[in-house]
């Protein structure tokens, strides 16, 4: 196990509801019991139970792929002390990404909401940003989008880097977590919710959920200084949100796609362009160089955020070569296929 996993997975059992299970006489038997992956740092797991004990556990089977709020069925492995995970139960959503050989890869699941961070620092990169919001309405996930470290606007007016969200429906709210400012409009809105904090590294998911869940304070010893002195997570963690709700913590990113299987074909989950395509000339039309395109006129004339549009034609090339690098599909089942 990594140090910085075993590290954060001895740091949770201080933890209220991370005790771990004391030693008992029936657990050298092997009973399945369900639970609920609440940690994830590749095989390793920690998952938490009905009464709310977590154990630290791996999955059984090598294909077998849990992520954080995976609800799982598992068994106490008395002769090795391990809990194995025997079976995935039926997600009810999933936040997938595409890897570099075009192939889908779970990154959380059982979430309700999407929370997509950025800040004036470190430099935003508004694209991952867009490409979170498409993998969350292709997951059939809502999404909002938080700017975080207002304080360090200097003088920018917040509107310059969020019209294009609240032009294409995103809820957009800000905040500055260190100077304790827009965190109550955030509180409600995650009310109830399972949301994720996604987003490029050191915009300050980690500090956000420090903020909004006190008991989570212990978290920041899971942070890791790198060289530049940057805090960074490393493993998925599910934390209770004081008065109903679940948020989870993710590792920071330097970049992002979409699984590109799950992408709707057409808009790439761009709703201007689901929106606004209902006019081009051509069914099919890819919103490029076609004639009368309804998608590009908008952008010319600036009813569609010119950015935006920048980034679906951004994420058009990247989904083309995603698709090369995954090769021909034997399975032909996938939306992405129907193009
Ligand atoms: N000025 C300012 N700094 C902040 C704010 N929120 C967080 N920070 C700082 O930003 C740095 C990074 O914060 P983290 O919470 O570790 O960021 P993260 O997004 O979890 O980073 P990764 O775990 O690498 O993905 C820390 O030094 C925080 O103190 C804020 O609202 N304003
Ligand atoms: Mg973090
Ligand atoms: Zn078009």
Redesign the pocket.
């Known amino acids: 196990m990594s140090r910085a996993l075993s590290r954060s997975l001895a740091e949770a059992t201080v933890q209220p509801l991370n005790q771990p299970v004391p030693n008992s006489p029936e657990e050298g038997r092997d009973v399945s019991f369900e639970a609920q992956v609440i940690a994830a740092y590749g095989r390793h797991l920690q998952v938490r139970d009905a009464t709310g004990a977590c154990h630290d556990a791996r999955p059984f089977g090598r294909k077998m792929h849990c992520v954080c709020g995976d609800q799982v069925r598992c068994e106490r492995d008395a002769a090795h002390g391990e809990v194995h995970v025997l079976e995935i139960l039926p997600r009810t959503s999933v936040l997938s990404r595409s890897t570099l050989r075009g192939e889908a890869e779970p990154v959380v699941a059982n979430l309700s909401l999407v929370v997509v ?1 950025f ?1 004036p ?1 470190p430099s935003p990169d508004l694209f991952i940003v867009d490409r979170y919001l498409c993998a969350a309405s292709s997951a059939g996930l809502r999404a909002l989008v938080l700017l ?5 606007l200097d003088g920018v007016p917040a509107e310059e880097l969020t019209a294009g969200f609240s032009a294409a429906g995103y809820p957009v709210l800000r ?5 304790s400012a827009g965190l109550t409009p955030l509180h409600d809105a995650l009310r109830n919710e399972t949301a994720v ?1 996604v ?10 959920i ?1 903020a909004l869940v006190p008991q989570s304070q212990i978290a920041t010893g899971e ?1 890791d200084r790198d060289a530049e002195g ?4 490393t493993s998925s963690r599910l934390y209770d949100l004081p008065g109903g709700g679940h948020l989870i ?4 990113v330097r970049d992002f796609a979409p699984a590109i299987d799950t992408l709707e074909p057409r808009s790439l989950g761009f709703p201007e362009v689901d929106r606004l395509g209902v006019s081009c000339r051509f069914q099919d039309c890819q919103h490029l160089r076609e004639p009368a395109c309804a998608v590009r006129e908008a952008a010319e004339n600036g009813s569609f955020d010119a950015r935006r549009y920048e980034s679906y034609r951004r994420l058009r090339r990247l989904y083309a070569q995603l698709r090369e690098a995954r090769g021909p599909q034997r399975n032909t089942g996938g939306r992405g296929q129907r193009e």
């Open positions: 961070v800040a620092l975080n470290k207002d304080d360090l905040c500055s977590t260190t100077r904090f987003g490029q590294s050191g915009v300050g998911k980690s500090s956000l420090s942070l940057r805090h960074t997570t913590d993710s590792p920071g």
